[in-house]
């Protein structure tokens, strides 16, 4: 049998994923821009076709899977896996590693290589993942790894074009409405229009037909669309090699995020490799792991600081019919963007507000996930875990807008802020290696609600371990970087060890609620 290449179906598959893509992308290259204030010769000139070669590699590897599939099952029904550039990564890299970076040493392109040698060591993990993926998802509970998800997605994604929303309200609220009823709200725009492209023109028209009348709502301008035409041309991606070493002098900060990030990227590639076998077409774990980690190495090496995954959705491209050509398709439509200087051009003539509803909605989602993929009686165990991410967003402003006052916490006195209410110190010890932090935390609180404490224990001695090392609770990896916390998991882990040895504790019945009772307040 030789496979079908492409079907009417692909034409459905790739304009939907297409735009989901593009819109990922425009995402991108914002907050590359004006976020990091990355340098338009290295976004342009060295970032995007990076980014263009590694999401071509990863979707024509997929397809050329989807077409041994095919062939080897004789069906013509196989739908090739989505990919591209993970978007919770996306997000995590920029904010919690290159912008912080950026801004302590005032250089862009420092918090550049350090997103290089982020994805770097997360190609590692994603490479051998398929031989310890299953062991790690055994041993923590989902509450945990969901949970410390959640606090990125509502510290660092959600969080920022909130407020950028309610800046510009008259573009930023109604396309939040146009994308909350659809996304949440299941309303169908006219022959199928994705509602991220809906609520984009929809940003566009108010935007330009705002400056026209003279209101600037947007700041749209007809010399940005000029400039914008200045990035036209054709930029291949270079070796970024000797970017990649000189980032390795971040390396403690950058550990601190990559192994959990890592494990994360291990549980969501086999979530959605299940996903798509319950869909019909098997594929194998192993080698799309690999081929993750490959195509984001030499997305890397090139110059790429984002990681490369199988997306969510394969059932529904699926049903669209899409099978094989999509994915190419996808892939060249990526190159030609990315290669061209094509992305400048609708940066300069899209409201980066009409955007951010879009960031909103994926902080929403990927909150509201841990929640609703987890037992209900874990929800104070998700809690738990996404805190330390409100320290560490906390800590974040509090040090930026000291720096613009030109004075920091320490200068200023941490008793003086303090007085005014500002833990400043718990928010640094709560805060650092916030990732890990979440996740111990976490699995701890799940544990002690399954009654479950040497589990618990486990997990609050490898707390002292990792702690002792400056993994977590710390700004960098050494030993003894918080003895005093350190000291308090192994109190809490001899503690919890006790608990799993008295029987009447251990065998008491667990009083709970009904469903949908509400505590008594407290007297």
């Known amino acids: 049998m030789r496979p079908t290449l492409w079907t009417r179906g692909d034409w459905n598959a790739l304009f939907g994923f297409g735009t989901n893509i593009l819109v990922n992308m425009l995402v991108l290259t914002g907050l590359l821009q004006f976020v990091l204030k990355m340098p338009p010769e290295i976004v342009f000139g060295r970032i995007l076709p990076a980014v263009g070669l590694m999401m071509f590699l990863s979707t024509s590897y997929y397809a050329w899977l989807g077409y041994q599939l095919a062939k080897k099952t004789g069906r013509d029904d196989v739908c090739a896996l989505p990919s591209g550039i993970s978007v919770p990564h996306m997000f995590v890299v920029t904010f919690v590693i290159m912008l912080p970076i950026g801004a302590a040493t005032g250089d862009p392109i420092q918090g550049w290589e350090a997103g290089l040698v982020w994805v770097f060591f997360q190609s590692f993990i994603l490479m051998i993942g398929g031989f310890v993926a299953p062991w790690i998802r055994r041993i923590t509970p989902r509450a945990a790894l969901l949970g410390t998800l959640a606090g990125v997605s509502i510290a ?12 510009t309200p008259v573009i930023g609220l109604t396309c939040f409405a146009i994308i909350m009823v659809s996304w949440f709200g299941g309303v169908k725009y006219p022959k199928g229009i994705p509602a991220g492209l809906v609520a984009i023109a929809v940003g566009m028209i108010i935007a330009w037909g705002s400056t026209a009348l003279g209101l600037n709502y947007g700041g749209m301008s007809v010399d940005k669309v000029g400039a914008a035409f200045s990035s036209f041309g054709f930029s291949v991606p270079l070796p970024a090699v000797d970017h990649v070493f000189h980032g390795f002098k971040y390396l403690g900060v950058i550990l601190v995020t990559a192994i959990p990030f890592g494990i994360y990227d291990l549980v969501e590639a086999m979530d959605n490799v299940e996903s798509a076998e319950a869909a019909g077409d098997h594929y194998p774990t192993t080698r799309v792991l690999t081929a993750d980690g490959v195509v984001s190495l030499i997305g890397c090496l090139m110059g790429n600081p984002f990681i490369n995954a199988v997306y969510i959705g394969h059932p529904g491209w699926k049903s669209m019919g899409g099978r094989i050509g999509y994915s190419v398709a996808t892939g060249l439509m990526v190159i030609v963007l990315s290669w061209f200087g094509i992305i400048a051009l609708l940066l300069a003539l899209i409201p980066v507000v009409a955007i951010s509803p879009i960031l909103l909605y994926i902080g929403m989602l990927i909150g509201a996930q841990a929640f609703q993929t987890t037992p209900s009686k874990h929800a104070p165990a998700i809690v738990l875990a996404l805190s330390p991410h409100l320290a560490a967003w906390a800590k974040l402003l509090i040090d930026n807008s000291l720096a613009v006052a030109g004075t920091s916490a320490a200068a200023l006195g941490l008793d003086k802020l303090g007085a005014v209410g500002v833990l400043y110190h718990g928010l640094e010890v709560m ?5 890990l932090v979440g996740l111990v935390l976490g699995a701890i609180a799940v544990f002690v609600v399954e009654r479950q404490f040497v589990q618990a224990s486990a997990f609050a001695l490898a707390g002292a371990v990792l702690t002792f090392f400056g993994f977590m609770h710390g700004e960098t990896v050494g030993f003894a970087v918080t003895p005093g916390v350190s000291v308090a998991y192994l109190i809490v882990a001899g503690f919890l060890f006790v608990c799993s040895r008295m029987e009447v504790t251990a065998s008491a ?7 949908g009772a509400q505590p008594a307040p407290a007297e």
């Open 509 to 515: 019945p667990v009083e709970t609620l009904p469903e």
């Open 431 to 435: 805060g650092g290696g916030a990732i």
């Open 156 to 167: 660092f994604i959600a969080m920022r074009p909130a407020f950028e929303i309610f800046t």
